[in-house]
């Protein structure tokens, strides 16, 4: 009589699990009627907490010499030298607003006339980062430009590359 369970036992298992294997091999998957919505924009973590360059610093970059560059900054790793082999900029790497950047400054005979900030690894929007750069300068965006401590910053997207210019305000 105990075998007989046994085996009874045994058969309910299998036919079981025979029946779960053959339910789960079916495929009954329904084609979408609809088309899919478009994708909203990915949430980017725009935080300033760990940035290597401050927005508000910028502007206090313009009209420096050089050597006060190399002096907050050290050496750059990239110089820029016009023909004459004269330094015509500097080239640093660092991180604003959370992403990847490289700060790029201009030098009209040895002073700073222009900074530039190029997102070349963001994930952000440039509606994203307008947003972010407008709180930090506690300013409005007027079609990407700003004003702010005698400075006019321009957000611009040229060959898929974000670039912030900063500049003295006329």
Do not use: H
């Given at each position: 009589?105990?075998?007989?369970?046994?085996?009874?036992?045994?058969?309910?298992?299998?036919?079981?699990?025979?029946?779960?294997?053959?339910?789960?091999?079916?495929?009954?998957?329904?084609?979408?009627?609809?088309?899919?919505?478009?994708?909203?924009?990915?949430?980017?973590?725009?935080?300033?907490?760990?940035?290597?360059?401050?927005?508000?610093?910028?502007?206090?970059?313009?009209?420096?010499?050089?050597?006060?560059?190399?002096?907050?900054?050290?050496?750059?790793?990239?110089?820029?030298e016009d023909a004459d082999g004269n330094i015509t900029g500097r080239e640093y790497p660092g991180t604003l607003f959370g992403q990847e950047i490289r700060?790029?400054?201009?030098?009209?005979?040895?002073?700073?006339?222009?900074?530039?900030?190029?997102?070349?690894?963001?994930?952000?929007?440039?509606?994203?980062?307008?947003?972010?750069?407008?709180?930090?300068?506690?300013?409005?965006?007027?079609?990407?430009?700003?004003?702010?401590?005698?400075?006019?910053?321009?957000?611009?997207?040229?060959?898929?590359?974000?670039?912030?210019?900063?500049?003295?305000?006329?």
């Amino acid at each position: 009589m105990k075998t007989m369970k046994r085996i009874f036992l045994s058969l309910a298992v299998v036919s079981v699990s025979a029946l779960v294997l053959f339910g789960c091999g079916s495929s009954t998957t329904e084609e979408p009627t609809e088309p899919a919505a478009e994708a909203p924009a990915a949430d980017v973590n725009l935080s300033t907490a760990n940035d290597t360059f401050q927005l508000p610093m910028l502007p206090q970059l313009l009209e420096a010499p050089d050597a006060a560059i190399v002096e907050m900054f050290g050496e750059s790793e990239n110089d820029i030298e016009d023909a004459d082999g004269n330094i015509t900029g500097r080239e640093y790497p660092g991180t604003l607003f959370g992403q990847e950047i490289r700060l790029v400054t201009t030098y009209d005979a040895d002073t700073t006339v222009q900074v530039d900030i190029a997102f070349d690894s963001t994930e952000a929007s440039i509606d994203q980062l307008a947003e972010a750069i407008s709180t930090e300068l506690g300013a409005s965006a007027d079609d990407y430009n700003w004003e702010s401590d005698g400075a006019a910053f321009a957000l611009n997207e040229v060959d898929g590359t974000l670039t912030l210019t900063v500049t003295l305000a006329e």
